[in-house]
């Protein structure tokens, strides 16, 4: 009988490679196979029987079903790390210092969400059926964790506040917010706009209420009509900007902060549709200091967040826990600074 890959135009698939058809092959058990497979050899295989399984892994080639052998044990190798709008770039650097630390030892498995949407616990509990050896978690709400109610090792990334639920690793978002408030001060501005994310997540809640405490003790005046929220999409923030703009400047605004460096992208691009010099009508500023903000025309003020480590250090703070290891410190802070650039300060900017 015809095949239904052949009746339909497709090349026959190939045969899954098994463990027995490379013991078979190296004349060797299963058991020799998934010794050598998984490096655990010492005192216990012939290197002549290590020789010729790999010489049979490699006719074959033979890939170690590595997260099923690990369902199998009651656990998987798999970390998922739960991140809230995957649109923002903030987050691959973040899950680049988490593959860091992590290794090769263990699958990275992202639960992501759209733009200006937060995770749901019954999406991740769903995931929970993999049984992963571990779990991470970015920006959550306190209604998020009761609700997921996880089981196992748990560590949370950039979660002020909410220390009482899980080990954590926090950025000081506060302090590059308090910074930047008393630059702008300092460079003679007295009414601000605020440019907000829509997910409502503590992080942007906390850098949100630290600038406007510090501008209103400055004499940086932030009216509450002056503070607008979009996605963190560049198009979004630019359309936003650009309607709210001609009331902002017939009110004096001459300097707007958005609460990340995407948004003041946005905000960069329509000013420079509208004519606005930058920074000598409108200064801006942002959250982050993506790679981009550096070479940007005018290079973007920005409150420098670590996103690297963060990710790092959560992913070493969940590997000591997957592994067994008490935390020496299960809350960490990483402090954040601000990187003042043209687009608030005119003598930074290069002679033209």
């Given at each position: 009988?015809?095949?239904?890959d052949?009746r339909?135009?497709?090349a026959?698939?190939?045969?899954?490679?098994?463990?027995?058809?490379?013991?078979a092959?190296?004349?060797?058990?299963?058991?020799?196979?998934?010794?050598?497979?998984?490096g655990?050899?010492?005192?216990r295989?012939?290197?002549?029987?290590?020789?010729?399984?790999?010489?049979?892994?490699a006719?074959?080639?033979?890939?170690v079903d590595?997260?099923?052998?690990?369902?199998?044990?009651?656990?998987?190798?798999?970390?998922?790390l739960?991140?809230?709008?995957?649109?923002?770039?903030?987050?691959?650097?973040?899950?680049?210092g988490?593959?860091?630390?992590?290794?090769?030892?263990?699958?990275?498995?992202?639960?992501?969400?759209?733009?200006?949407?937060?995770?749901q616990?019954?999406?991740?509990r769903?995931?929970?059926?993999?049984?992963?050896?571990?779990?991470?978690?970015?920006a959550?709400?306190?209604?998020?964790?009761?609700?997921?109610?996880?089981?196992?090792?748990?560590?949370?990334?950039?979660?002020?506040?909410?220390?009482?639920?899980?080990?954590?690793?926090?950025?000081?978002?506060a302090?590059?917010?308090?910074e930047?408030?008393?630059?702008?001060?300092?460079s003679?501005?007295?009414?601000?706009?605020?440019?907000?994310?829509?997910?409502g997540?503590?992080?942007?809640?906390?850098?949100r209420?630290?600038?406007?405490?510090?501008?209103?003790?400055?004499?940086?005046?932030?009216?509450?009509?002056?503070?607008?929220?979009?996605p963190?999409?560049?198009?979004?923030?630019?359309?936003?900007?650009?309607?709210?703009?001609?009331?902002?400047?017939?009110?004096?605004?001459?300097?707007?902060?958005?609460?990340?460096?995407?948004?003041?992208?946005?905000?960069l691009?329509?000013a420079?549709?509208?004519?606005?010099r930058?920074?000598?009508?409108?200064?801006v500023?942002?959250?982050?200091?993506l790679?981009?903000?550096?070479?940007?025309?005018?290079?973007?003020?920005?409150?420098?967040?670590?996103?690297?480590?963060?990710?790092?250090?959560a992913?070493e703070?969940l590997?000591?826990?997957?592994?067994?290891?008490?935390?020496?410190?299960?809350?960490?802070?990483?402090?954040?600074?601000l990187?003042?650039?043209?687009?608030?300060?005119?003598?930074?900017?290069?002679?033209?």
């Amino acid at each position: 009988m015809e095949s239904p890959d052949r009746r339909q135009g497709r090349a026959p698939r190939s045969p899954r490679v098994t463990a027995a058809m490379v013991a078979a092959r190296a004349g060797v058990s299963t058991a020799t196979v998934s010794l050598v497979a998984n490096g655990k050899t010492q005192g216990r295989v012939s290197e002549d029987n290590i020789s010729r399984v790999r010489s049979a892994i490699a006719e074959l080639g033979y890939v170690v079903d590595s997260i099923g052998s690990s369902l199998a044990r009651g656990v998987s190798s798999i970390v998922i790390l739960v991140t809230p709008d995957v649109s923002n770039p903030f987050f691959a650097n973040v899950i680049a210092g988490v593959r860091e630390s992590l290794g090769s030892q263990y699958q990275l498995l992202l639960s992501v969400t759209d733009a200006g949407e937060s995770p749901q616990a019954s999406d991740v509990r769903k995931l929970l059926a993999l049984r992963p050896a571990g779990l991470l978690v970015g920006a959550p709400s306190a209604e998020f964790l009761e609700d997921l109610s996880a089981a196992g090792p748990l560590v949370l990334l950039d979660a002020p506040g909410l220390e009482s639920y899980a080990p954590s690793v926090n950025l000081d978002v506060a302090q590059g917010a308090r910074e930047l408030a008393r630059h702008l001060a300092a460079s003679g501005h007295t009414r601000a706009a605020y440019v907000d994310g829509v997910t409502g997540t503590t992080t942007f809640h906390l850098r949100r209420e630290a600038f406007l405490a510090e501008a209103a003790a400055c004499g940086l005046s932030v009216d509450p009509g002056h503070v607008i929220s979009t996605p963190i999409d560049v198009g979004a923030a630019a359309a936003a900007f650009a309607e709210a703009w001609p009331e902002w400047q017939r009110e004096g605004v001459t300097a707007v902060v958005c609460g990340t460096d995407t948004h003041a992208y946005g905000v960069l691009q329509e000013a420079r549709v509208e004519g606005v010099r930058i920074p000598e009508e409108l200064a801006v500023a942002g959250f982050d200091d993506l790679p981009y903000s550096a070479t940007s025309n005018p290079s973007l003020t920005s409150v420098h967040l670590p996103a690297t480590p963060l990710g790092r250090k959560a992913g070493e703070q969940l590997r000591g826990l997957m592994e067994g290891v008490a935390l020496a410190e299960p809350h960490v802070t990483l402090e954040s600074s601000l990187v003042v650039r043209g687009s608030t300060s005119a003598s930074w900017l290069s002679p033209s």
